[in-house]
């Protein structure tokens, strides 16, 4: 799975490395790193209005978000 | 109370906040604010900087309650919802830069992007030209964002730092207080218009904790409208504008609709364009507004409180060295402090790029 480490940046930067690799890879699941609050709801935003869907892991220094395309 | 702000639908706190801010905007005015100036966050960080003594044009000096109570309300905020995270190490020295030209454009326009909203809604026209330029210079941050411009990344620190702005932002309250011999305070124009320190500083706190938990910027609402198309922060701004139109027609403080005689405002077309546009390309690459910059300093971004301190250099440069704009119109140092200070962020924003990790 790509995964894309937008670890220490703030917004909107984790939001256009997001955007880009759904963008370029349409259709794959995508696993985002994202240190904060305001990442990790922003990413979540842009994926599900992208019709994917989000689950949220902790990890150490932030979250892990799991997104996948929706099967349509 | 965090369950209470957990359970409430995004979008209607989103506009519930826009709303409340509008409205109190513009009932600060009412209260003894500036015209078509209850709140502006560069004008009150210009004033705060000139009550240091850190410029010395003698009408815009105040310790503005509100922008204190900005910044401790966000702290306030980011502690109650475990959000205060001392951070930093993100190219302070470019943001110190680009939040100094970001306050030399909007001395040029005499308004932050909230400002250009309040102006609009008071009835004063050139607020259009200035959310065209502040638009247009988003647009253009926006192209260097999709080239992969960032200002790189950020690392934890230790808890200290992120104290020291909210800290120095209570020796600031200490000092609106008590008002020591060495604090200056306009008796004549904008700086000497104001309402009750603690009307200021409690509207200020209630902002900063909504604008902490919304994330409210008056950029990058319109930066989402375009890069994402998505209106949530944007929500906030036309809430906003809404709260304060609304409440200025019902308080009877509608100036006239139209560009010339505005209150605190000058309409030169060209400059008010380009001096914003500067603001929307200086505040699209720093990723927030000044307010949000405020904001984030609150919250344990150091590197936001080198933006902010960026901006107090700005307010200094602008008015020491003549760059400030007037109601006479814009100072010819002015236009080309915007010229130069638009190259400027051209550049980094075409020399800014993370380096591949291979």
């Known amino acids: 799975m790509m995964e894309v480490d937008a670890r220490g940046f703030s917004c909107p930067i984790p939001v256009v ?22 990442s990790r709801e922003n990413v979540s935003r842009l994926a599900r209005s992208r019709g994917y869907s989000v689950k949220v892991e902790r990890i150490e220094d932030g979250f892990r978000l799991l997104l996948s395309p929706s099967s349509k | 109370m965090r369950r209470f702000f957990q359970s409430l639908n995004p979008r209607i706190l989103l506009i519930f906040s826009g709303l409340v801010f509008g409205v109190l905007a513009s009932l600060l005015v009412r209260w003894g604010n500036p015209a078509n100036m209850g709140f502006c966050a560069a004008c009150f960080l210009r004033d705060i900087t000139g009550a240091l003594g850190l410029h010395r044009a003698e009408v815009v000096q105040y ?20 959000e205060f995270r001392t951070r930093g190490g993100s190219a302070p020295l470019v943001r110190f830069l680009l939040g100094a030209l970001m ?16 102006r609009l809604a008071g009835g004063d026209l050139n607020g259009i030209t200035a959310l065209v330029g502040l638009i247009f210079g988003a647009f253009l941050g926006i192209l260097f964002l999709k080239r992969g411009f960032n200002l790189g990344r950020s690392t934890k620190l230790p808890a200290l730092p992120g104290w020291l702005f909210p800290a120095f932002t209570i020796v600031l309250l200490l000092f609106a207080i008590f008002t020591p011999y060495f604090i200056f305070s306009s008796t004549t124009g904008p700086g000497a218009l104001h309402a009750a320190l603690w009307v200021a500083l409690v509207i200020g706190l209630g902002v900063g904790f909504l604008a902490q938990r919304t994330r409210m910027c008056f950029v990058g609402g319109w930066r989402d409208l375009m890069l994402i198309k998505d209106i949530h922060l944007f929500s906030i701004i036309a809430a906003f504008f809404v709260g304060a139109l609304v409440t200025n027609l019902i308080l009877g403080q509608m100036g006239h609709w139209g560009f010339s005689d505005q209150p605190i405002a000058h309409n030169n077309h060209l400059w008010n364009f380009f001096s914003m546009s500067l603001v929307g390309l200086a505040a699209t690459l720093l990723g927030g507004c000044p307010l ?11 590197d936001a409180v080198m933006t902010v301190l960026g901006m107090i250099a700005g307010a200094a440069v602008a008015h020491n060295f003549g760059l400030a704009a007037s109601t006479k119109g814009v100072a010819t140092f002015g236009a080309w402090a915007v010229g130069i200070g638009l190259a400027i962020a051209l550049v980094i924003g075409f020399l800014m790029k993370e380096r591949r990790q291979s």
């Open chain 2, 103 to 118: 306050m030399i454009g909007a001395l040029v326009f005499l308004g932050c992007p909230v400002r250009a909203l309040l």
């Open chain 1, 17 to 38: 490395k997001t955007k880009e690799a759904i963008d370029n890879n349409p259709s794959a699941p995508l696993s985002v790193l994202v240190e904060s609050e305001v």
């Open chain 2, 292 to 302: 949000r910059q405020m904001i984030l300093s609150g919250e344990g971004d150091t």
């Open chain 2, 63 to 82: 310790i503005r309650p509100e922008i204190l109570g900005l910044v401790l309300g966000s702290f306030i905020a980011a502690f109650a919802f475990k």
